[in-house]
C-alpha cells in the first residue's frame, strides 16, 4: 500500500512563474491537507479538501494561492506569481474519514519550492 | 485559538543517554490528542508517539515516552538510550477531536543533536 505521495520533490521557479505542487493520498483516503514548513519553522497549516470540496482554507494565502482536490486525479496546490517569500517546503497529509474523533493524518515527503 | 510552544529550540545528548524535550500547550478543549514528530534531514514527517488527552496514563513508544500533565498543559517527550538515528528536529503537535477533520496545529521545533 503506497503512502502519500508528492511530485514533484524539488521545484524551482523564477519570480513570477506558477508552481503546481501535487498530492496523491493514500489509497482510500478521501482527505487531503496542505502544510507550509518556512525555513527553520514548524508545519504551519494551510488547507483541508475533501473530494470535490473545500473544508477549510483559513491558514490560506488570500492571493495567488488555491488548492483543488477533483473527483479523479490528484490534489493541486497552486502558486500564481511567486515571490522569494513562497520557498518553502510544502507537505501533503491525507486520512480516511471516519465520524467523530480523530483521523489520523498520514504525510509525504513534501515539495521543496525554491523561488529564485 | 489553540497554540503549541517548544520553549528549546535546540538540544544535545550523548550517545546511550536520555534526554527530555519540552513541549506546552494552550487551549481550552477537553477532547483532544498530542504529538511528538521526528524530522530527520531527509524532511519526512515520522511520527513518534500519539497520547490521547482522556487517557491519563502516559504513552510509551519502544525508547520513547511522554509525561503528560494535562493540568499543567504539558506534554514532555523521553528518549532514552539515545543513538545516532535519532538526531532530528522534533515537533510537538496538537489536533482537536471536537470537529472530526481538523488540522494539527505545531510547535517551532527541537533541534536534537546526538553526539557519540
Known amino acids: 500500500n503506497a503512502g502519500v505521495m508528492q511530485n514533484p520533490r524539488h521545484l524551482v521557479r523564477r519570480r513570477g512563474q506558477e508552481a503546481r505542487l501535487r498530492c496523491s493520498p493514500m489509497k482510500g483516503h478521501s482527505h487531503v491537507y496542505w502544510y507550509r514548513q518556512l525555513p527553520e519553522e514548524g508545519l504551519k497549516f494551510m488547507v483541508y479538501?475533501?473530494?470535490?470540496?473545500?473544508?477549510?482554507e483559513s491558514g490560506m494565502p488570500k492571493e495567488r494561492f488555491s488548492a483543488e482536490f477533483p473527483k479523479e486525479g490528484p490534489s493541486i496546490l497552486r502558486i500564481q506569481q511567486v515571490v522569494r517569500g513562497d520557498s518553502a517546503a510544502y507537505f501533503c497529509a491525507s486520512s480516511p474519514w471516519r465520524s467523530g474523533g480523530y483521523n489520523e493524518q498520514f504525510f509525504g515527503p513534501g515539495t521543496r519550492l525554491t523561488v529564485l | 485559538a489553540q497554540t503549541v510552544t517548544q520553549s528549546q529550540p535546540e538540544m544535545s545528548v550523548q550517545e546511550a543517554e536520555t534526554v527530555t524535550l519540552s513541549c506546552t500547550y494552550d487551549?481550552?478543549?477537553?477532547?483532544?490528542?498530542l504529538f511528538w514528530y521526528k524530522q530527520p534531514p531527509s524532511r519526512q514527517m515520522i511520527l513518534v508517539i500519539r497520547?490521547?488527552?482522556?487517557?491519563?496514563q502516559n504513552a510509551t513508544e519502544n525508547r520513547f515516552s511522554v509525561n503528560f500533565q494535562k493540568a499543567a498543559k504539558s506534554f514532555s517527550l523521553k528518549i532514552s538510550d539515545s543513538q545516532l538515528g535519532d538526531a532530528a528536529m522534533y515537533f510537538c503537535?496538537?489536533?482537536?477531536?471536537?470537529?472530526?477533520?481538523?488540522?494539527?496545529?505545531f510547535g517551532e521545533g527541537t533541534q536534537l543533536t546526538v553526539n557519540p
Open positions: 479538501l475533501q473530494k470535490e470540496n473545500i473544508i477549510d
Open positions: 487551549t481550552s478543549e477537553s477532547d483532544y490528542y
Open positions: 497520547q490521547e488527552a482522556y487517557k491519563q
Open positions: 503537535a496538537y489536533i482537536t477531536v471536537e470537529t472530526s477533520g481538523s488540522r494539527l496545529t
